[in-house]
């Protein structure tokens, strides 16, 4: 199984790590009846914490599709090499380190992760591109 998969593979445990952090901190405040229910309900903001967590998850979901067309593409297209695998550990890596930062409040160092991460996006995806 071509590394870029096993990568993706991870990608979604990461995804199911941050539903379920934002999930935890959410109900922490809002209550056991809140998660169960319909969420209709018109609530307080989130704390600090729940809303970092809730923001870096929705910053996952928002770049998790480049990933996932950089890294199945490459595999399809039969442009896999050291470069790609690079490409998708250093975004891998990038975006775990990202999410306790983002979650302890971190400023800086957070947004080189993300940046860290787009890098990583980009050599991943740079064969697809023809050049």
């Known amino acids: 199984m071509p590394v870029e998969i096993k990568i993706l593979a991870w990608g979604m445990i990461l995804l199911l790590v941050h539903i379920f952090a934002a999930a935890h901190v959410k109900t922490k405040q809002y209550g ?24 870096a998850e929705a910053n996952y979901k928002e770049t998790l ?10 595999v399809l297209a039969g442009k896999t090499s050291e470069w790609t695998a690079l490409g998708g550990w250093i975004w891998l890596g990038a975006r ?33 591109l023809g050049f």
């Open 96 to 128: 775990i380190v990202y999410l306790p930062l983002y979650a302890a409040g971190v400023p800086v160092v957070r947004t080189i992760m993300f940046m860290a991460s787009l890098v990583g996006l980009l050599i991943a995806l740079w064969p697809l």
């Open 32 to 55: 056991a009846k809140w998660n169960m229910g319909a969420r209709d309900a018109h609530l307080p903001p989130l704390n600090p914490i729940a809303g970092r967590l809730s923001r």
């Open 65 to 74: 599709p480049i990933a996932i067309v950089a890294l199945i593409g490459v």
